[in-house]
């Protein structure tokens, strides 16, 4: 993959590779398909679907619905997987969902320190400054600190939860409904979710 | 990511076994790599000690003739019912040790091999919140001992008891944690 600008908020996010390290994966995927470990088209295949097919779209999705369906937040919140389910998300790394709610009291942000477990089948692939080294380790130790890089501070009153994906439970943040968005459409609330207000490190903003 | 994906259906390794080959990268290499250089290195470290590529094909970038060809296990039509995923949930029969609220404390362990209980976490104290069932147990999956489920119970600590006075009195760190990892407090 070539370098190329990317635009904050919820964009797909792509890594940028260098060059050498494209080379290297490709040099051994030829030599796995020779040897007919792999199917070429399966790896593609797998590549389409996390390109293409899931994504922070979905999440958003599942938001939108928790904020204009009560008797869908509920079941969102007591079963996480099968709530999500419903609306036809499911599969790798989401097998054991929580939903957790954000309040005016309290402010939830998730974080794998040992790896990068991250939901895919609700947010996709995660972002590359969620496998950082520096996000892993200072989101557990200075939320509030990095949430200040972001732009977005809870206030002192707020409790702030960080949630760190040691096991299979995967964590999705159900951001609060800003203000001022009493009149849009499911649809059009999908449309201002934002990734980073499911991962808890940014908040959803009226637009 | 595709080739994992591909790779991990030969079922040489599981899960926990390749996060523990990933934490098997000495400190100053793994901090300098980038996120899919580690990738990479794990892939290639166990798909050579599973036998699928010797170390001279994975240098020449050939096939050695030391293996035939083989068939692949994971083709394109699969790869959407490969997405339903693998829960790690197990039925058990064994009594869950610890309820709701109860103050358990992490344990002072200092494996050599795979754990999921974070080095910033042990000895702390913290309460049960949340029972998950028993869940496959990484410490031995990733040794190829077997699933072994234990319970698995989300447990909150308070900031303040993990990093000190300078956290808000009010925030809370939490993890998910198995029995064999906690005690009573």
């Not at chain 2, 994971?74 to 039925?91: F, I």
């Amino acid at each position: 993959m070539a370098p190329h600008e990317h635009p904050p908020h919820d964009h797909q996010d792509h890594s940028d590779v260098p060059n050498d390290l494209a080379l290297r994966v490709k040099a051994l995927e030829s030599l796995l398909v020779e040897k007919g470990l792999v199917d070429p088209a399966a790896i593609d295949a797998v590549v389409e679907f996390y390109e293409h097919r899931v994504g922070p779209r979905n999440g958003a999705r599942v938001v939108a619905r928790a904020w204009t369906d009560q008797a869908y937040k509920v079941r969102l919140l007591a079963d996480a997987t099968a709530a999500i389910a419903e609306m036809g998300y499911s599969g790798g790394q989401g097998e054991h969902m929580v939903v957790i709610e954000n309040t005016p009291k309290i402010h939830n942000l998730v974080v794998c320190t040992l790896c990068s477990c991250y939901p895919w089948p609700v947010l996709g692939l995660p972002p590359t400054w969620y496998k950082s080294t520096a996000y892993r380790s200072r989101a557990v130790i200075d939320p509030r600190g990095v949430m200040a890089e972001i732009g977005h501070v809870p206030g002192d009153d707020v409790e702030v939860r960080v949630w760190d994906s040691t096991a299979e439970i995967r964590y999705l943040v159900l951001p609060e409904r800003p203000p001022g968005t009493e009149h849009l459409t499911e649809d059009q609330l999908a449309d201002i979710v934002t990734r980073d207000s499911m991962i808890g490190i940014a908040r959803v903003v009226a637009p | 990511m595709g080739l994992n994906a591909a790779l991990s259906a030969w079922r040489k390794w599981n899960l926990d076994v390749f996060r523990h080959e990933q934490e098997r990268i000495p400190a100053a290499e793994y901090l300098r790599m980038s996120y899919y250089e580690r990738w990479l290195i794990t892939v290639m470290s166990l798909a050579q000690q599973a036998g699928l590529v010797s170390n001279a094909e994975i240098f020449s970038g050939r096939p050695d003739g030391s293996s035939a060809p083989a068939t692949p296990p994971l083709r394109p039509g699969m790869v959407g019912a490969n997405r339903k995923g693998s829960p790690k949930v197990r039925p058990t029969t064994v009594t869950p040790l610890f309820s709701l609220g109860d103050h358990v404390r992490a344990r002072i362990i200092n494996p050599t091999k795979h754990t999921r209980l974070p080095r910033y976490l042990r000895g702390h104290a913290g309460e049960v919140t949340t029972h998950h069932g028993a869940h496959v147990f990484p410490d031995s999956n990733a040794q190829f001992h077997g699933e072994s489920p234990q319970h698995l119970y989300t447990v909150r600590f308070r900031a303040r008891d993990v990093w000190g006075e300078e956290a808000n009195p009010r925030d809370s760190v939490y993890a998910d944690l198995w029995e064999p990892y906690l005690d009573h407090a």
